[in-house]
């Protein structure tokens, strides 16, 4: 066997593989007795036909599966043992290769296509991405009490509807004469009457009235741009232009009454912890919120640095090997030569891009979490809710855990959440030693925007 390569470029490579009867002739010896053995022929007790006849039947086919395997596992070992870190895998070249004869042919020569891994330096001169750290006020905090105060209250669905209740129905936009605008917008909507921007003119619209009642009120004057947005699921430019009167058909309504801020909610939130007063309840809320919020600005962090490596990302590419490599994946079987050209600039060589620099990242440091960070990270989640059982020690406990955590660890679909998180987390790691940045203060609403 002779195995052989020519650069065709600085990227590109084609290589040739010449299979001699004798690298085979053995491998299809074994197998064409195996055959023999188990062969039922017409006329012949099984097992007894003669070998000629066996090799008239069997051989071409059996010469094409072993030198096929043979081609395989040479070509491989001959990329291992060369070094050649490639793109992709190596492509058949049918052109060079030209039609195979395995019945009458002994030497056989293949002919590969390849690309080599363009040479890049990763450009962290020129990243200058931003680290936020989350600074929580007393706002902040009065906030996630009143929130906490309404997931824990008592909800009712009052007849009629009173002040702070939630409300739902059909809102159709009205013309300037007061009808139903033909072509307008006609979407269900819902939302919270102590949420709404001018409550004093327009809260009072909707007290006292029932299901199918009508109310009649502006847009613009009750939600912010943002707010129309969401509720009436248009597009941002047009939500900032919408100014109409809608016409809602009230379908009901709902309604929370807060639970007090009390012992028996500093239990609900946090069952673990002994909290005695107010004070201690509000120092927790604001150290479980800025480790929330920090988690999405180290999310937001790592996600600029690698948009930034990408952009610039200037090494040469091997284009059309590239995009005959995708098209033979067989991955997406609607992909045509048409559609990956048109989405080649924007989303195809950007992930490819992606790719590379991932691979040069993981050789400075191991991004993919192990399994054994995985059950740990799933034993804390496991460990905030969990109660010990009856008779069951410290030690008892753990061991429990880790059974269960490294249960749920098992199956990799169940945790990719979890998978993805952890190599955000070693990713962060990584570009704070390497780009040492001094992270910037700001407030959660600063931060809000940011996002």
Known sequence: MNITRENLNELDLLIKVEIAESD???????????????????????????????????????????????????????????????????????????????EK?????????AALMPK???????????????????????????????????????ETVVANSFVYGKAEELDKEGNVKEGGVSTFVSFDLSSIKNQEEIEPLFIGKKAEDKVVFNAGK????????????????????????????????????????NDELFKKVFPKEEIKDVAAFRKLLSKDMEKNYNEQAEILYVNAVRKQLIDNFDAPMPEAFLKRWILGRGDNKELTAETLEAEWAEKYLPSLKWEMVDGALNKIKTLEPTQNEIV????????????????????????????????????????????????????????????????????????????
């Open 120 to 158: 890049f330096d990763l450009a962290w001169d020129k990243v200058d991405a931003k680290l936020y750290q989350i600074k929580i006020n007393p706002k902040d905090i009065d906030k996630q009490i009143d929130e906490i105060t309404k997931r824990y209250g008592k909800f009712e669905t009052p």
């Open 222 to 261: 009750a939600f912010t741009a943002a707010d129309i947005e969401k509720n009436f699921h248009l597009e941002t430019a047009a939500a900032k232009k919408f100014k109409s009167d809608i016409q809602l058909t009230i379908s009901g309504c709902s309604l929370i009454t807060p639970h007090e801020v």
């Open 376 to 451: 740990d990270y799933i034993k804390d989640i496991l460990r905030q809710n969990d109660v010990a059982k009856d008779g069951e020690d410290d030690k008892a406990r753990e061991e429990r855990l880790e059974q269960s955590a490294r249960s749920i660890a098992g199956d990799r679909q169940n945790v990719q959440q979890i998978v993805d998180r952890l190599y955000s987390r070693n990713s962060c790691a990584l570009f704070k030693e390497q780009l040492k940045p001094e992270a910037e203060k700001i407030t959660i609403k600063e931060f809000s925007e940011k996002i």
């Open 24 to 102: 085979y002739a053995e491998r299809v010896s074994k197998q064409l007795k195996e055959y023999q053995k188990k062969a039922t022929v017409p006329g012949f007790r099984k097992g007894m036909a003669p070998m000629g006849l066996i090799q008239r039947m069997y051989k071409s086919a059996i010469v094409a599966d072993e030198v096929q395997s043979l081609l395989g596992e040479s070509l491989y070992k001959y990329l291992d043992d060369e070094k050649l870190d490639i793109l992709g895998s190596p492509l058949s070249n049918d052109e060079k290769t030209g039609t195979v004869d395995f």
């Open 105 to 113: 042919g002994k030497d056989f020569a293949f002919y590969f296509d």
